[in-house]
């Protein structure tokens, strides 16, 4: 390619790009600024591309770690923070394999991008008990055999917890409460009667 075309395609380059600028309304300014990137406006935090900071409470700890933006809370607990009680199956919001608290509420971590819980608080199967004391919970599904391979077992733990706390272990309350999370070795029986006995 000869060095006139290359210059031409230079500047048609730079043309485009200060016309997707205005575009998006990227401010004077930051298109001033070569090396600007994405506009800052008071108040915006802006996030990534690269390592971004991220703190919140986990487990009652504060912690804080840096994810990129597409980081997902699941991938963060289960990296850099090795935590891996909340198991990953479906990766896609459709089993509850791993289900998390986040501020108190069931949520499947693999579907909340890690960003999202800055300043929130995040409780996983491994917070749950205290130190060897294990949640209600967790005994009864001991005592009621609730598990076969158990890999349902950490996410269907925090949602039968939440249910508990609510006081909603009848039949429908649980059918509706644990929709969302699926044991492929079918062990609902014992799930649902682990929960009737927590809750005695
Ligand atoms: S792994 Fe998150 S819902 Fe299935
Ligand atoms: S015990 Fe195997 S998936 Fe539930």
Redesign the pocket.
Known sequence: MSEERLRVSRREVLKGAAGAAAWLGVPAAARAEGEERAPSWPGIRRLGPGPTPLSFRLNGEAVTIEVTPRTTLLDALRGPLGLTGAKRACDRGACGACTVWIDGRTANACTVLALDVDGLAVTTVEGLSSGNALHPVQEAFVAQDA???????PG?VMSCAKLVERGAVDEESLREGLSGNL???G?YPHIFRACQEAQR
Request: charged content about 10%; some cysteine.
């Open positions: 598990l076969m391979c158990g890999f349902c077992t269907m044991c492929r070795c062990a």
